[in-house]
Protein backbone atom coordinates (compact mmCIF):
# COMPACT_ATOMS: atom_id res chain seq x y z
CA UNK A 1 0.00 0.00 0.00
CA UNK A 2 1.30 3.28 -1.46
CA UNK A 3 1.84 5.96 1.75
CA UNK A 4 0.77 9.68 0.57
CA UNK A 5 2.41 12.24 2.66
CA UNK A 6 0.39 14.96 3.23
CA UNK A 7 1.13 17.91 1.66
CA UNK A 8 1.31 21.31 3.75
CA UNK A 9 -0.65 24.55 3.09
CA UNK A 10 2.44 26.88 3.64
CA UNK A 11 4.64 27.71 1.09
CA UNK A 12 8.51 26.51 1.34
CA UNK A 13 11.25 28.21 2.51
CA UNK A 14 12.58 28.62 -1.08
CA UNK A 15 9.73 29.83 -2.58
CA UNK A 16 10.63 33.22 -2.05
CA UNK A 17 14.08 34.90 -1.49
CA UNK A 18 15.66 35.85 1.58
CA UNK A 19 14.37 39.47 0.77
CA UNK A 20 10.70 38.18 0.36
CA UNK A 21 11.02 36.64 3.51
CA UNK A 22 12.89 39.83 5.66
CA UNK A 23 10.19 42.45 3.39
CA UNK A 24 7.75 44.36 5.86
CA UNK A 25 5.19 44.42 3.87
CA UNK A 26 5.25 40.48 4.17
CA UNK A 27 5.62 40.67 8.21
CA UNK A 28 2.41 43.25 8.56
CA UNK A 29 0.54 40.99 6.57
CA UNK A 30 0.54 38.20 9.42
CA UNK A 31 0.25 38.72 13.53
CA UNK A 32 3.58 39.13 15.37
CA UNK A 33 2.53 36.00 17.27
CA UNK A 34 2.44 33.89 14.09
CA UNK A 35 5.43 31.74 14.17
CA UNK A 36 8.43 31.54 11.51
CA UNK A 37 11.89 30.67 10.98
CA UNK A 38 13.35 33.95 10.77
CA UNK A 39 11.14 35.22 13.88
CA UNK A 40 12.61 32.35 15.72
CA UNK A 41 16.30 33.29 14.81
CA UNK A 42 15.44 37.34 15.47
CA UNK A 43 14.21 36.18 18.98
CA UNK A 44 17.21 34.00 20.34
CA UNK A 45 19.57 36.45 18.87
CA UNK A 46 17.95 39.11 20.84
CA UNK A 47 17.55 37.48 23.80
CA UNK A 48 21.66 36.47 23.66
CA UNK A 49 22.24 39.88 23.09
CA UNK A 50 20.24 41.23 25.45
CA UNK A 51 22.16 39.61 28.07
CA UNK A 52 25.74 40.80 26.63
CA UNK A 53 24.46 44.23 26.45
CA UNK A 54 23.26 44.14 29.95
CA UNK A 55 27.11 42.53 31.01
CA UNK A 56 28.57 45.91 28.94
CA UNK A 57 26.28 48.27 31.01
CA UNK A 58 26.89 46.40 33.64
CA UNK A 59 30.75 47.15 33.22
CA UNK A 60 30.40 50.73 31.97
CA UNK A 61 28.55 51.45 35.04
CA UNK A 62 31.38 49.49 37.78
CA UNK A 63 33.86 51.64 35.77
CA UNK A 64 31.45 55.05 36.67
CA UNK A 65 31.04 54.36 39.91
CA UNK A 66 34.88 53.51 39.87
CA UNK A 67 35.87 56.43 38.44
CA UNK A 68 33.39 58.97 40.78
CA UNK A 69 35.37 57.61 44.19
CA UNK A 70 38.50 58.04 42.48
CA UNK A 71 38.21 61.83 41.61
CA UNK A 72 36.02 62.73 44.74
CA UNK A 73 37.74 60.84 47.34
CA UNK A 74 41.69 60.24 45.62
CA UNK A 75 41.79 57.01 46.76
CA UNK A 76 43.68 54.38 44.53
CA UNK A 77 41.25 51.70 45.94
CA UNK A 78 38.92 52.29 43.42
CA UNK A 79 41.28 51.52 40.75
CA UNK A 80 40.30 47.54 40.73
CA UNK A 81 36.87 48.52 40.43
CA UNK A 82 37.31 50.87 37.34
CA UNK A 83 39.25 48.41 35.59
CA UNK A 84 37.61 45.43 36.35
CA UNK A 85 34.50 47.07 35.09
CA UNK A 86 36.07 47.95 31.77
CA UNK A 87 37.57 44.60 31.37
CA UNK A 88 34.02 43.31 31.81
CA UNK A 89 32.26 45.77 28.72
CA UNK A 90 35.15 44.63 26.40
CA UNK A 91 34.48 40.99 27.04
CA UNK A 92 31.13 41.07 27.20
CA UNK A 93 31.14 43.68 23.60
CA UNK A 94 33.29 40.85 21.75
CA UNK A 95 30.79 38.39 22.59
CA UNK A 96 28.02 40.53 21.11
CA UNK A 97 29.42 41.26 18.36
CA UNK A 98 29.98 37.52 17.98
CA UNK A 99 26.34 36.86 18.54
CA UNK A 100 25.23 38.71 16.48
CA UNK A 101 27.19 38.02 13.50
CA UNK A 102 26.16 33.85 13.91
CA UNK A 103 22.61 32.22 13.20
CA UNK A 104 21.88 31.33 16.75
CA UNK A 105 20.27 27.20 18.20
CA UNK A 106 16.57 28.12 18.05
CA UNK A 107 16.61 24.89 20.57
CA UNK A 108 18.67 26.11 23.04
CA UNK A 109 16.41 29.45 23.95
CA UNK A 110 15.38 30.17 27.31
CA UNK A 111 12.19 31.77 28.01
CA UNK A 112 13.05 35.20 28.52
CA UNK A 113 11.60 36.22 32.83
CA UNK A 114 12.53 39.83 32.89
CA UNK A 115 10.87 42.71 30.57
CA UNK A 116 10.55 42.73 27.10
CA UNK A 117 9.97 45.79 26.21
CA UNK A 118 12.01 48.90 26.84
CA UNK A 119 8.71 50.42 28.45
CA UNK A 120 8.06 47.51 30.76
CA UNK A 121 12.06 47.66 31.52
CA UNK A 122 11.80 51.26 32.69
CA UNK A 123 9.09 50.71 35.03
CA UNK A 124 10.47 47.65 36.56
CA UNK A 125 13.35 49.34 37.51
CA UNK A 126 11.74 52.33 38.64
CA UNK A 127 9.42 49.98 40.91
CA UNK A 128 12.68 49.51 43.22
CA UNK A 129 14.50 52.56 42.17
CA UNK A 130 11.71 54.91 43.55
CA UNK A 131 11.26 52.99 46.95
CA UNK A 132 14.63 52.45 47.40
CA UNK A 133 15.52 56.44 46.91
CA UNK A 134 12.71 57.45 49.29
CA UNK A 135 14.30 55.53 51.82
CA UNK A 136 18.09 56.69 51.20
CA UNK A 137 16.26 60.66 51.72
CA UNK A 138 15.36 59.43 54.86
CA UNK A 139 18.47 58.43 55.82
CA UNK A 140 20.49 61.52 54.32
CA UNK A 141 18.19 63.59 56.46
CA UNK A 142 18.59 61.73 59.93
CA UNK A 143 22.15 60.59 59.47
CA UNK A 144 23.35 64.30 57.73
CA UNK A 145 25.72 61.08 55.71
CA UNK A 146 25.04 63.02 52.04
CA UNK A 147 27.96 61.74 49.80
CA UNK A 148 28.28 57.85 50.77
CA UNK A 149 23.98 57.51 50.36
CA UNK A 150 24.11 59.43 46.62
CA UNK A 151 26.84 57.07 45.47
CA UNK A 152 25.12 54.48 46.24
CA UNK A 153 22.11 55.80 44.97
CA UNK A 154 23.54 56.55 41.93
CA UNK A 155 25.02 53.44 41.66
CA UNK A 156 21.76 51.77 42.21
CA UNK A 157 19.79 53.47 39.14
CA UNK A 158 23.23 53.01 36.98
CA UNK A 159 23.13 48.45 37.34
CA UNK A 160 18.68 48.77 37.89
CA UNK A 161 19.21 50.68 34.22
CA UNK A 162 21.81 48.08 33.12
CA UNK A 163 19.50 44.91 34.58
CA UNK A 164 16.12 46.02 33.34
CA UNK A 165 16.45 49.17 30.53
CA UNK A 166 18.99 47.73 28.46
CA UNK A 167 17.88 44.32 27.77
CA UNK A 168 14.73 44.72 27.93
CA UNK A 169 15.15 47.59 24.93
CA UNK A 170 17.19 45.34 23.03
CA UNK A 171 14.81 42.69 23.10
CA UNK A 172 12.09 44.77 22.07
CA UNK A 173 13.90 46.12 18.93
CA UNK A 174 15.36 42.60 18.22
CA UNK A 175 13.48 42.16 15.10
CA UNK A 176 13.44 45.56 13.55
CA UNK A 177 17.94 45.01 14.46
CA UNK A 178 17.60 41.54 13.17
CA UNK A 179 16.35 43.06 9.83
CA UNK A 180 18.83 45.54 9.44
CA UNK A 181 21.62 43.70 10.10
CA UNK A 182 20.68 40.91 7.46
CA UNK A 183 20.27 43.26 4.96
CA UNK A 184 23.53 44.75 5.55
CA UNK A 185 25.67 42.23 7.29
CA UNK A 186 27.34 40.39 4.20
CA UNK A 187 28.26 37.26 6.65
CA UNK A 188 24.98 37.02 8.40
CA UNK A 189 23.43 37.38 5.29
CA UNK A 190 25.51 34.70 3.68
CA UNK A 191 24.61 32.52 6.12
CA UNK A 192 21.00 33.34 6.23
CA UNK A 193 20.83 32.12 2.64
CA UNK A 194 22.40 28.80 3.41
CA UNK A 195 19.59 28.70 6.70
CA UNK A 196 16.88 29.46 4.01
CA UNK A 197 17.93 26.69 1.78
CA UNK A 198 18.75 24.02 4.06
CA UNK A 199 15.94 24.53 6.71
CA UNK A 200 12.96 22.21 6.95
CA UNK A 201 9.33 23.01 8.35
CA UNK A 202 8.25 21.48 11.23
CA UNK A 203 5.17 21.67 13.56
CA UNK A 204 5.80 24.34 15.85
CA UNK A 205 7.63 26.32 13.18
CA UNK A 206 5.63 25.62 9.94
CA UNK A 207 7.02 28.67 7.61
CA UNK A 208 9.88 30.25 6.78
CA UNK A 209 9.56 33.66 6.94
CA UNK A 210 7.86 36.40 7.31
CA UNK A 211 9.82 38.61 9.91
Known amino acids: MTTVEPVSPYPPATSRDLDGWLSEDLAALHPPEAPTRLRALADTQAARAGAWAGGISVGVSAAMVG?????????????PLIG????????????????????????RLRSVRGPARLRAGISAALVIYLPVTALMVV??????????????????????????????????RGRESFRRRAMTDAALRARLEEDRLSWKPDHATPMYGPL
Open 67 to 79: LILLLVTGRISSA
Open 84 to 107: GGVLLAGLCTLFLVRAQRRIPDTG
Open 139 to 172: AMISTGRFFGLIVVNVAILLFLVSAFVVPAGVLG
